[in-house]
């Protein structure tokens, strides 16, 4: 059954959905920093990133982690993608649609970064998934068990081992124009399912990135338009994100995660993802598809969780970040 209430009125169209193929275009340069840009009720609908981007101190021993669909990194680059890595000076960065062709030589990157993985799709431009971490992970895995098809994994995961956790970057399969790859999400996801409740019975575990689904419906506009017609916001693919987070009793012995920002902000309408067409910025029809899940028993070590709303204009999508206890990933990473 479709959702009981829309966050809009039924007049409105359904929201475009977001695609691996769109190329935003480039307009003049915002003055508008990123402290003092209102939110959601007047956004800044600028193209470009101020190069002055100032954010809130972090919490005192925290680690700071983000997450950030760049919709291409050669163009996101172009358009301020260093002063937001800049001013948020991550611990640990996860970038999705990164759409490289080969690992980026960027010498900028690799000194704030020390620890960089890439995983690269095979078709070129299109997806493509990156940690960047100031901490030495114990091992490095871009595969997805037990998934039939290497190639539709290749450029959409990367788990890093610590000490005392896993750290999951994705940007996971969109369901497609039409629904037309909903087979192959639902094949995603019951394999991505049994990954992380294996990984969760071994080390709590932090997943990061651009997950394609909008949980509920208030975590997009116009939900009622869009339910069971549009790639993220289908029963398939809500449900599959539900039985991560609550495993239906028929599943035994796996772990509860928690979506971190919504169990911060249970009532608020905000998103990370605007497309370019149609005005959404301005009209605030937006989705909310990326996000961290947390083990459940390690959510008590989050001490701030925030959708940098202002960060708008190097892509359609704003970056989540996440500060988190400082001793999260074990102290082989603290001393590294």
């Known amino acids: 059954m479709p959702p009981s209430r829309s966050a809009s009125t039924s007049k409105r169209k359904a929201s475009p959905a977001p695609s691996d193929e769109d190329t935003p275009k480039v307009t003049k340069k915002s003055r508008i920093s990123a402290a003092s840009a209102p939110r959601y009720s007047d956004q800044p609908t600028n193209k470009v990133l101020p190069t002055k981007i100032d954010f809130p101190q972090r919490v005192p021993n925290t680690l700071r982690f983000a997450t950030w669909n760049i919709a291409g990194l050669a163009a996101s680059q172009k358009k301020g993608f260093k002063y937001y890595v800049e001013a948020e000076d991550p611990d640990i960065l996860v970038l999705t649609e990164t759409k490289v062709n080969n690992v980026p030589v960027d010498p900028v990157l690799k000194e704030r970064f ?5 995983t690269i799709s095979d078709k070129k431009t299109y997806s493509g998934t990156a940690i960047l971490s ?4 114990l091992s490095v895995d871009k595969t997805l068990p037990g998934h039939p ?6 450029g959409r995961i990367i788990t890093l081992e610590f000490d005392s956790c896993y750290v999951i970057g994705t940007y996971v399969v969109n ?5 037309k790859t909903l087979d192959a999400k639902n094949v995603w996801n019951e394999h991505f399912t049994a990954y992380i409740r294996d990984l969760d019975k071994k080390k709590p575990v932090i997943w990061m990135g651009d997950m394609n689904v909008a949980p509920t419906e208030i975590d997009l506009s116009n939900a009622k338009k869009n339910w069971n017609k549009t ?9 599959a994100f539900k039985n991560i987070l609550d495993p239906p009793k028929s599943v035994t012995d796996a772990g509860k995660f928690i979506d971190v920002w919504r169990q911060r ?3 608020s309408h905000h ?4 497309s370019y067409r149609f005005n959404c910025r301005e009209k605030s029809l937006g989705w909310r598809l990326d996000m961290f899940v947390l083990s459940e028993r390690i959510v008590d070590k989050v001490k701030m969780c925030e959708i940098r709303s202002e960060i708008y ?4 999508h704003c970056p989540v970040v996440m500060e988190i206890d400082s001793d999260i990933l074990g102290s082989s990473a603290e001393s590294s």
Request: net charge negative.
């Open 271 to 274: 998103y990370t993802y605007f």
């Open 265 to 267: 902000h249970p009532d």
């Open 149 to 154: 098809d290497p190639n539709q994994v290749k």
């Open 134 to 137: 100031k901490k030495q992970p």
């Open 175 to 179: 369901a497609g124009q039409d629904l």
């Open 231 to 239: 790639p993220g916001y289908t029963q398939d693919e809500t449900e």
């Open 313 to 316: 204009g190097a892509s359609d």
């Open 114 to 118: 020390p620890y960089s993985h890439w």
